[in-house]
């Protein structure tokens, strides 16, 4: 079949993303869009599908800048989202032909947490790393500490380096790591907000604090 798909009119995002997945366990379909409702939009809108294609979930919610959402990931309770300093630009500028995204040095590599399962939009908790380019989701899962642990290669400050993408040819980081980022912590089933902590550089297993936005 070719064509687009809508989940026979379940799925009303304008946009969807290049990286759903699929639960090995049970065949579910996570995905999201977002600049959900149009472009430079900072609304994202998570779905949930059976493996028969009937949606489980839909939640909307907002991020706290519009950057280019490539990729999540997932875990059995919980949705990662991530937002990476690749900016959008104003929509006018966009118009008059501009690239739609632009490297900010100034913004901050941010996660987003989301329940899996009957999410409201009040849910989603916002992490901040330091500004970084955030490859593709290589794994995540949850440990016996409460903690998300997010397996994904990092490169700090601006990884791509075409002109045309980036606003300010910052620093190009040669460094490329895979990293173990311990995202979040659970007190009594609730994510726990505390005060904004960037981790520091290279290290691995280094919890990021939620990010009151
Ligand atoms: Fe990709």
């Known amino acids: 079949m070719a064509g687009l798909y809508d989940f026979n ?9 290049a990286h759903p997945k699929i639960d090995p366990d049970n065949g579910e379909l996570i ?5 959900a409702r149009g472009d430079v ?16 979930e ?6 706290p800048y519009v950057g280019m959402m490539h990729d999540m990931a997932a875990t059995k309770n919980w949705i ?5 300093p690749l900016e959008a630009r104003s929509l006018d500028d966009i118009k008059k032909g501009e690239k739609h ?5 100034k913004q901050h590599l941010m996660f987003g947490i989301l329940p899996r399962r009957n999410p409201k939009p009040e849910d989603i908790r916002w992490f ?30 601006n990884k791509v380096s075409d002109p045309g993408l980036s606003i300010t040819r ?3 980081s040669n460094l490329y790591l895979f990293l173990v980022l311990v995202l979040s912590s659970r007190w009594g089933g609730r994510l726990h907000p505390f005060q904004r902590q960037a981790p520091s550089r290279r290290q691995t297993r280094e919890p990021l604090r939620p990010l009151e936005v």
């Open 101 to 105: 995204f632009a490297w900010s040095e």
């Open 170 to 172: 910052g620093p190009v």
């Open 31 to 35: 995905t999201m869009g977002y600049e």
């Open 80 to 84: 990662i989202f991530i937002l990476p």
């Open 58 to 63: 839909e939640c909307w919610f907002k991020t």
């Open 128 to 157: 901040q790393a330091d500004n970084a380019f955030y490859g593709h989701t290589g794994n995540a899962f949850e440990g016996d500490d409460g903690c998300i642990y997010l397996d994904a290669p990092l490169t700090y400050h």
């Open 9 to 17: 009119g379940q799925y009303t995002s304008p946009t969807f993303t």
């Open 41 to 56: 939009t900072n609304d994202v809108a998570y779905y949930l599908f059976d493996k028969n294609g009937k949606k489980l």
